[in-house]
């Protein structure tokens, strides 16, 4: 669709749940709760599951109330077990090799601005990664959890019925 056709440069474009996972600032101009669920089987025992909620939130200002959206989404990319080989065992099955991997955002959007001809949203993710990989028998060291704060903008300018918007901060 129209993702494919950009070359997937789509985040100036996202005004809904999916903008979680692209630019937490087009979460500003969301319109109402919304829920999404999705579950992927890919080859073998690899799945991806994904669950994410947001609705509208407003921001209190003294005097002033700005209006945006707060969401949560968590991913599994859970890829099961497989059998790990060492070279030195010339070919011989050593261990059972897993991965996981498990991510929380919690974003929020917010409306700076709406005007006629221009809109401006800055937004900001904070991400928490899991990643669980090793060998059966492996010790914490093998388990890692990552934050880190995603901050952006959105610009949005109108010409008539149509808009030109573009994205800073990503």
Do not use: C
């Not at 498990?102 to 900001?124: C, D, H, S």
Request: glycine share 12%; aromatic share 10%.
């Amino acid at each position: 669709g129209r993702d494919a056709s950009m070359g997937e440069a789509t985040s100036a474009l996202v005004s809904d749940i999916e903008a979680l996972n692209v630019n937490a600032a087009g979460l500003g101009s969301m319109a109402g709760m919304q829920i999404f669920a999705e579950h992927q089987e890919w080859f073998g025992t690899v799945r991806f599951e994904t669950l994410s909620v947001a609705a509208p939130f407003k921001f209190m200002l003294p005097g002033k109330v700005l209006p945006g959206s707060i969401g949560l989404t968590a991913h599994l990319l859970h890829a099961g077990s497989f059998g790990s080989y060492l070279a030195t065992d010339y070919g011989q099955l050593s261990g059972t090799f897993t991965f996981s991997s498990l991510w929380f955002r919690l974003g929020y959007g917010l409306q700076l601005v709406k005007t006629p001809g221009m809109e401006i949203n800055a937004g900001a993710n904070l991400v928490l990664v899991s990643k669980n990989m090793g060998e059966q028998g492996a010790t914490d060291r093998d388990k890692e959890i990552k934050p880190s704060l995603d901050v952006s903008t959105l610009f949005t300018f109108y010409h008539g019925s149509s808009s030109l918007r573009s994205v800073i901060g990503e």
